[in-house]
């Protein structure tokens, strides 16, 4: 089982930059692929980018392309979403999830532990 705990989200304005970081609990970290989510106000839970196991494959939502990065450290059991160049449509509680599974998912029923989610509000 895996507890996730977010951090570092807050109020930005337009352009500016962001790291929010996901401290994960677990002895087995380091088997799952790992996932950051964002939920607007009155909108889905959407997709935003994920990084696999190892760290060694990414994906990520065409609208976050080019400026948000994720990484992990497996030592540290700490996943990181650094964002840049943030839009008011970047505003949303942001998730962090792990997944079990084989594949590295880009759905929220792919992913089987949820942090509680971190605010971002980026004014313009």
């Known amino acids: 089982q895996v507890q996730l705990v977010e951090s570092g989200g807050g109020l930005v304005q337009a352009g500016d930059s962001l790291r929010l970081s996901c401290a994960a609990s677990g002895r087995t970290f380091s088997n799952y692929h790992m996932g950051w989510f964002r939920q607007a106000p009155g909108k889905e839970r959407e997709f935003v980018t994920a990084?696999?196991?190892?760290?060694?494959?990414?994906r990520y939502a065409d609208s976050v392309k080019g400026r948000f990065t994720i990484s992990r450290d497996n030592t540290k059991k700490m996943v990181y979403l650094q964002m840049g160049s943030l839009k008011a449509e970047d505003t949303a509680v942001y998730y962090c999830?792990?997944?079990?599974?084989?594949?590295?998912?880009?759905?929220?029923?792919?992913?089987?532990?949820w942090g509680q989610g971190t605010q971002v509000t980026v004014s313009s």
């Open positions: 999830a792990a997944s079990s599974g084989f594949w590295l998912g880009e759905r929220s029923g792919d992913y089987n532990y």
């Open positions: 990084i696999s196991y190892n760290g060694r494959d990414t």
